[in-house]
């Protein structure tokens, strides 16, 4: 990581930005500012039992309800366009931009025999969406949606739903990439965590990072960066990792 920050600099390059809210380093490059950021990921090897019995009561309750309501979780490519709908509706939702239609189908098509499309139907509705792309060693739970006024448990049927599914073709692990450490109560990303969470994965925690090359053209970003989200991933969460330094100081200081 070190060679390819030295690498950008020698093209000009003005900085590094956060990689998208799914990508987690173990490591950063030296002098990169970095926030600390997770995901929640489940052992697809446990038995199906064992899976379940780890889902939180809550989790299960909605999800029993939800099938015995009659929603129905549907696989296959030819949702594709109603999954790009809800995904970028969702995104919008929180002022975040996804990408084009044209480019999201390259993006299914360039990985489509390793890729699934599920959706939580209810009486001819589509209720949420995933997309996750898969290999034997692990599937990615990359991108979500679902509509304003969906119906209880559909989106926690649709994730029980995609676990088995994956597990039933040998996916070893099942990951809900991206999760913010300590989001704060009441906020949607302290929602969202606990979405995950309940679904009784193994928090794995990690960085987001980013890298300033030219301090002239890093601070025109962070101005701009600031000015409209009021600061990026790393500006939001950074605070954090300072804490958690903190924290650590002080434990170690105790006699």
Known sequence: ???????FHSIGAGLVIPATANTIFRTCPDGAITAPYGSFVLDLTAPEESLWKNV??????????AAKNGVEIKSGTEYL????????????????????????????????????????????TVQGVAVIPFSDYSAYYLYGGSNRNTISGATNLLQWEAIRSFRNLGVRRYDFVGARINPEKGSKQKSLMAFKQRFGGQLVQGYMWKYALNPLRYGVYALAVGLLRGGDVVDQERHKL????????????IP
């Open 1 to 7: 990581m070190n060679s390819a920050m030295k690498y």
């Open 56 to 65: 939180h009561s809550k989790h299960r309750n909605v999800i029993r309800n």
């Open 242 to 253: 300072c804490s958690e330094r903190l924290s650590y100081k002080e434990k170690s200081e």
């Open 81 to 124: 366009d109603i999954a790009y709908e809800l995904i970028r509706d969702t995104l919008k939702r929180s002022k975040v931009k996804f990408m084009s239609q044209h480019s999201f189908r390259c993006f299914v098509s360039s990985v489509k025999e390793n890729t699934k499309i599920f959706v939580a139907d209810y009486k001819g």
